[in-house]
């Protein structure tokens, strides 16, 4: 019967006081299945002994009934032939198997209660475990989604400290700096280009003023 104590205590166990204390509780679950079955296994191996026990009883009891009632039929084939004195005889033993039967009856009585309470314990122990198992699972999930919870939360509050993002503004402001640096250079040269052009508006004017007055003069010599 210790055996089911054993199974109790661990079957009755605060799990989530456990998955507190534990550095991986899944691991720490599985473990725990895995000595269940363990302690399981030993149980089902003792009510396995409780039951052939019960059996051997049973056998004796039934051999020691069929004797007796061997016996009383024999006396009654002695009487009816007429001899009285061999009816005792079989009487007497009737009498003694009688007597073995009735005391194994109340060990066998025994034994088989005791064997029904211990297959109903056991078969309530694989139900437990088969609940536990199941609870593992649910608490494996509970376990992971906390996990991934305590992650993302972990990484907002990197984004959400200063630091990360003043670098960005630093990067920012670097951006626009060769941006501007960029569109001065790009004016400069628009400026530059205009300036020729202007240029060369103002020499092709000259031009046409020294071809005039070239014109003028040739006409009064």
């Known amino acids: 019967m210790g055996i089911f104590g054993r199974l109790s205590d661990i079957?009755?166990?605060n799990v989530n006081e456990l998955i507190d204390r534990a550095e991986d509780p899944q691991k720490m679950m599985e473990q725990m299945i895995r000595?269940?079955?363990e302690q399981l296994r030993d149980a089902k191996i003792q009510v396995a002994k409780a039951i052939a026990d019960e059996k051997r009883l049973?056998?004796?009891l039934k051999q020691n009934e069929t004797q007796a009632q061997n016996w009383e039929s024999k006396a009654m084939l002695?009487?009816?032939k007429?001899?009285?004195n061999l009816a005792k005889e079989a009487l007497k033993q009737k009498k003694t198997y009688d007597g073995l039967a009735e005391s194994i009856r109340p060990q066998w009585e025994q034994q088989n209660n005791m064997s029904s309470k211990l297959k109903d314990s056991l078969r309530a122990l694989e139900s437990k475990i088969d609940?536990?198992?199941r609870k593992k699972e649910i608490l494996v999930a509970r376990q992971k989604r906390a996990e991934a919870q305590k992650k993302v939360h972990e990484v907002m509050s990197g984004l959400n400290d200063r630091g990360a993002f003043a670098?960005?503004?630093r990067m920012e402001q670097k951006?626009?700096?060769i941006e501007a640096q960029a569109d001065a250079a790009v004016e400069l040269e628009i400026s530059s280009l205009d300036d020729q052009f202007k240029a060369l508006e103002a020499s092709s004017d000259v031009d046409d003023e020294l071809a005039a007055l070239k014109a003028k003069l040739s006409l009064n010599p």
Do not use: I, N, T
Request: aromatic share 8%; net charge negative.
């Open 11 to 13: 079957l009755s166990a």
């Open 35 to 37: 000595e269940m079955h």
């Open 58 to 60: 049973q056998y004796q």
């Open 78 to 80: 002695a009487l009816k």
């Open 82 to 84: 007429g001899d009285e």
């Open 131 to 133: 609940e536990a198992r």
């Open 167 to 169: 670098k960005f503004d």
């Open 175 to 177: 951006v626009m700096e």
